[in-house]
C-alpha cells in the first residue's frame, strides 16, 4: 500500500518555547475571515455591523471553549495519560461541533440580551462560519491530526492514484509516520468549500429568517456523519462516533426546523389581512 508522502513540518518558526504552527495560524485567519464575512453578512440584512462584531467577541472564545471541550472528552484516554495536554490548544485538537454549539448558543444569548434578531444573525453566520471550517482544516492538514483510517481503497495500490497520505514528519500529530492514511481533512476541507459555495448563492433567494442556517446545519451533518466514517475516532454511542451522534442529531432538528419556519412564512403570507376581512364584513 503506498501513498502520497508529506514530510510536512507543522512548525513555521520556534524562537525558544514559542512556536508558531501552520494550525495556528489558519485557526487566526479563519476567525478573522468568517467574522468579516459574518459583520458583512449582518449589515446587509440590517443589523449594524458593530452589533454583530460585538456579538462575535462573545461567541468566538466560547465556541473555542467548547470545540476543545468536545475534543477532549471524544479522546479523553489520550488526555487523561498526560492532563497537561489538555490545555496545549496549540498543537491541535478542535471538535467543531463542539465550537458551533458552544457560539451559537453564546450568540443567541447575547442576541436576546440586547434585543437582536436571532435568525437574521443565524443565517449571517452560515458562510462565515462554513468558511471558517475549510479554512481551518488547511491548519489540520499541516498538523497531521484528525488522521482517517488506513486506506484500503483498490485505486490506493498505484501510488499516481492515490488518496492517501503518508507523514514522515515528527512534528506532525499522527498515530504512524509512513503509514498512508485517509485525508480526511482535504475531504472535509473540499466539502466545506462546497458547501460555502451553496449558502453563498443562497443567502439571496432565501427571505426567511432562520432557514439559512438550518439548510447548512443540516447539509454540513449530511457530510460529515459519512466523512466520519473514514476519520480514526474511537466510538462514542451504539458503534457510532461522537461526531456522527451530533450529525444525525442536528439533522433531525435542521429538517423539521426548515419546514415550520417555510410553512409559517407561507400560511402568513397567504393569511387574509384583517383590514380586508373588515370591508368584506
Known amino acids: 500500500m503506498t501513498g502520497i508522502v508529506l514530510p510536512l513540518d507543522p512548525i513555521i518558526v520556534q524562537i525558544g518555547p514559542v512556536i508558531l504552527r501552520w494550525y495556528g495560524l489558519m485557526i487566526g485567519l479563519a476567525v478573522v ?30 465556541g473555542f ?12 484516554p489520550y488526555y487523561m495519560k498526560d492532563p497537561i495536554k489538555i490545555v496545549m490548544i496549540n498543537e491541535g485538537g478542535m471538535a467543531i461541533y463542539g465550537g458551533l454549539i458552544g457560539g451559537v448558543g453564546a450568540g443567541v444569548v447575547y442576541a436576546a440580551l440586547h434585543n437582536l434578531p436571532v435568525g437574521k444573525l443565524a443565517d449571517a453566520s452560515a458562510p462565515a462560519v462554513v468558511l471558517g471550517q475549510a479554512i481551518g482544516r488547511i491548519g489540520c492538514f499541516f498538523n497531521g491530526d484528525h488522521q482517517g483510517i488506513v486506506a484500503t481503497l483498490p485505486w490506493d495500490n498505484r501510488s499516481y492514484f492515490s488518496f492517501a497520505t503518508q507523514y514522515t514528519n515528527a512534528n506532525t500529530l499522527v498515530p ?8 480526511t481533512q482535504v475531504y472535509e476541507g473540499l466539502f466545506d468549500l462546497v458547501l460555502f459555495g451553496i449558502v453563498w448563492a443562497l443567502r439571496k433567494r432565501i427571505h426567511v429568517d432562520g432557514v439559512l442556517f438550518w439548510v ?10 459519512w466523512i466520519s466514517f473514514l476519520r480514526l475516532d474511537s466510538e462514542f454511542l451504539f458503534g457510532l462516533k461522537e461526531a456522527q451522534v451530533v450529525s444525525l442529531v442536528t439533522f433531525m432538528i435542521g429538517v423539521p426546523v426548515i419546514l415550520y419556519l417555510v410553512g409559517r412564512y407561507q400560511r402568513t403570507a397567504t393569511a387574509p389581512s384583517p383590514h380586508i376581512e373588515a370591508a368584506a364584513q
Open 65 to 76: 471553549v467548547f470545540a476543545r471541550l468536545f475534543h477532549v472528552i471524544d479522546s479523553l
Open 33 to 62: 475571515a468568517g467574522v468579516y464575512v459574518g459583520a458583512r453578512e449582518a449589515q446587509r440584512r440590517g443589523i449594524p455591523m458593530d452589533d454583530a462584531i460585538n456579538m462575535c467577541t462573545w461567541a468566538v472564545p466560547v
Open 176 to 183: 504512524d509516520f509512513g503509514v498512508p492514511r485517509h485525508p
Open 216 to 225: 447548512y446545519a443540516s447539509l454540513y451533518s449530511l457530510g460529515r456523519f
